[in-house]
């Protein structure tokens, strides 16, 4: 199994940064690729940013330019450097990987972030 431990979140004025940081632990050797996903009020999950271990990285058309995913293998760490946040940034935000075992999908607990002046 693989646990996700997520931090960093806040309240941040329009234009700020943010960076969030989600420590894996348990059997990180089945882990392929880890994400970042995010849900506002009435709205679907939604991919933010994700990166595999093979150097994959793919970014929301809405983030391109403003989020950078990075990924610490030796501290089996995944970070989310946000910059100039709009209030549509506005969520929760959730940590993922997904493995090679089951279950195939594991989710951090998300942690809230408010872009509000």
């Known amino acids: 199994q693989v646990q996700l431990v997520e931090s960093g979140g806040g309240l941040v004025q329009p234009g700020g940064s943010l960076r969030l940081s989600c420590a894996a632990s348990g059997d990180i050797d089945s882990i392929s690729v880890y994400g970042w996903y995010r849900q506002a009020p009435g709205k679907q999950r939604e991919l933010v940013a994700s990166k595999s271990f093979g150097g994959e990285t793919t970014y929301a058309d809405s983030v391109k330019g403003r989020f950078t995913i990075s990924r610490d293998n030796a501290q089996s760490t995944t970070s989310l450097q946000m910059n100039s946040l709009k209030r549509e940034d506005t969520a929760v935000y959730y940590c993922?990987?997904?493995?090679?075992?089951?279950?195939?999908?594991?989710w951090g607990q998300g942690t809230q972030v408010t872009v509000s002046s």
């Open positions: 993922n990987v997904k493995r090679r075992k089951w279950p195939s999908d594991v």
